[in-house]
C-alpha cells in the first residue's frame, strides 16, 4: 500500500511539472496557433535564473526568503524572455506556421547552447531549502517533500489560471480568442495584446516549473527544459489543445502511467505507454479530452 | 447626400483566385443598401474585405472611405472601434461563453454599453444571461449576433445574411428588428431573401461574377421580373414571397 501511494504521489509531482509547462503551450497554441518549440527555453530560464538569484543576487539564498525571492527573480526572467520572443520573433511571423516552427525550433537549439557555453553542458547541484530534501510520511509512504511543493503549487497556478480565465476581462477574450479569434477582433478588440498575455504567463508558468524541477531533481541542466518539452507536448495533445483543464487531467493521466508503468514494468516502459496513449487520443478523439478539434 | 462608405474598383485574390474584379459602390449614409446576387459572387468577401478580415495570403487592391477615412490597410480592430458593426453570415456567436459573456466582450472601453436598448429588442437574451452561446437555437444565436453590435454607436452595421437557415417566424422578427435599428444607423446588408430586401433595402448593388453587375433602386430591381431572373437566378415567384 505505501508503495502505491508513493508512486501515486511521485506520479502526481511529475504531473505536476508537466501540467506547469502544458498550460502555457496549451494557450499559446489554442490562442494564437503558434506551437511553440521555444517553450522549454522559458523553463530552462527560469531553473537557470533561480540558480543564480540564489548565488548572486543581493536577498537570495537557498533557504526561506532568500529562496522565494530566488524563484520569483528565475519566474520574472523567464517571463520577460517569454514577452521578449513573442514581440520580437513571434509576431512579425503569425499565420506562417512553416517559419514559426523554423525559429522557435532554432531559438530553443540556440537557448540550451547559450546556457551550456555559459555555465557547462554538465547537471549543477541546484540550491533548494533543506525541507525540499527531506520526506513526509503520508499513509505508510515517505514522499519527497520536493514532489509535494510541486504538486501543491501546479494545483495554486491551476486556481490562478482558471480564475483569470473566468473573472478577468482579459480571460475573457482569450477563452473567446481560443474559440474564434478572428470574431474577436471583429468585436474591436485588440487580440495580439491577449497574445503576449498567454506568452507571459505561459512562460511564468514553465519558468516556475524550471525552478521547482530544479527542487525536485536536484539539479539543473541545460537540455532539462527540452526534455519535458516533449512529454508537455504530449499532455497538451491528450487534454486538447487550449483548454487549461485538459491539461491538467492529461498532465495527472500521463505522469501516473509513467510512474506506475516504469516502477511495475520496465524502466522506460512508462514512456513508451505515453507515447501509445498519446496514439490512441489521436485515433479515438483527436480533439483531446477537452480541446477544440484540430484540423489540418 | 455624402455616401457613408465608398468602396472603388475594390479587387481581392485569395489562394489563386480573382474573386472581386473592381468592384465600385457606395452605401448611403441612411437605411438599407443590398448587396445582392448568385451564390460565390464575392458578397461576404465584399463585406470582409472592408472589414479587413481578408485572409492574410489575399491580396486587396482598391480604395475603401467611410467618411474622408481610408480603410483599406487598417487592422480590424481599429475600424470595428471606429464605427464599423459587424454581424457575420454565421453568426459566429462564442458557443463556450455564455449569452451575458458574449455581450461583455462586444463593450468598448470608454463608451457605455446599452444594454437597455439591446434587452428591449430582445427580451430573450436578458433571461438566458447565463445559458452558454452554443445551446441557444439558431435564431437566439442571430439576436445575440446582432445584439453584440447594439452594444455600442456604430456609423455603419455590416450584416451578412441575417435570416440564413431561420424558420420564417424568426426571419420575420429578425426584419422588424434591423428595420428599426436602420432607422438610426445605415446598413450594408447581404441578404437572400427577396422578401427581406423588399422589406428593408433602399439601395441595392448586385454583383455577378465578382464584378458589379447593376445597381440603384431595390424597389425597381424586384419589379423587374427578367433581370432579377439573370442577376439573381429567382422568378417571380420569389420575389413575390
Known sequence: MGTVILLALTGLGLA??????????????????????????????????????????????????????????????????????????????YSRTIEQVLVTVGLSLAGVALLQATWGA?????????????????????????????????????????????????????RAGVENREMVTALGIDVRKAFTLVFAIGGAAAALAGALGGVYFGTVSPGQGGSLLIFAFIVVVIGGMGSVVGSAYAAVVVGLVQQFVNYYGTSGLGDICVVGLLAVVLLLRPQGIAGKVATA | MEPILSVTDLSVRISGLHILQGVSFTVAPTGVTVLLGRNGVGKTTTLRAILGLTPPAGEVRGTIRMGAQSLLSRPTHRLVRGGLGYVPEDRDVFAGLTVAE?????????????????????????????????????????????????LNDNRLLLVDEPTKGLAPKVVTEVAEVL???????????????????????????????????????????LLETALTKSLLGVGSAEVAH
Open chain 1, 16 to 93: 505536476a511539472l508537466y501540467f506547469l509547462v502544458a498550460s502555457g503551450l496549451s494557450l499559446v497554441f489554442g490562442l494564437a496557433d503558434v506551437l511553440n518549440f521555444a517553450h522549454g527555453l522559458f523553463l530552462g530560464v527560469g531553473a537557470y535564473g533561480t540558480w543564480w538569484a540564489a548565488g548572486n543576487l543581493p536577498g537570495a539564498g537557498p533557504d526561506g526568503f532568500g529562496f522565494v525571492l530566488a524563484v520569483a527573480f528565475g519566474v520574472a526572467a523567464g517571463t520577460l524572455v517569454a514577452i521578449l520572443v513573442e514581440l520580437v520573433l513571434i509576431r512579425p511571423l
Open chain 2, 179 to 221: 428595420e428599426r435599428v436602420a432607422e438610426s444607423v445605415p446598413v450594408l446588408l447581404v441578404e437572400q431573401n427577396l422578401a427581406v430586401v423588399r422589406r428593408l433595402a433602399k439601395d441595392a448593388v448586385v454583383l455577378a461574377a465578382g464584378k458589379v453587375a447593376w445597381t440603384g433602386d431595390a424597389g425597381e430591381l
Open chain 1, 122 to 174: 554538465d547537471a549543477r547541484p541546484f540550491p533548494r531549502p533543506d525541507w525540499t530534501r527531506q520526506v513526509t510520511g503520508i499513509l505508510g509512504a515517505q514522499v519527497p517533500n520536493g514532489g509535494l511543493l510541486l504538486i501543491i503549487a501546479a494545483v495554486l497556478v491551476l486556481g490562478a489560471i482558471l480564475a483569470f480565465l473566468r473573472w478577468t476581462r482579459y480571460g475573457l477574450v482569450i
Open chain 2, 102 to 150: 458574449n455581450l461583455r466582450l462586444a463593450e468598448r472601453r470608454g463608451t457605455t454599453p446599452a444594454y437597455d436598448k439591446v434587452f428591449a429588442l430582445f427580451p430573450e437574451l436578458d433571461r438566458r444571461g447565463r445559458q452558454r452561446a452554443g445551446s441557444l437555437s439558431g435564431g437566439q444565436q442571430q439576436m445575440l449576433a446582432i445584439g453584440r453590435v447594439l
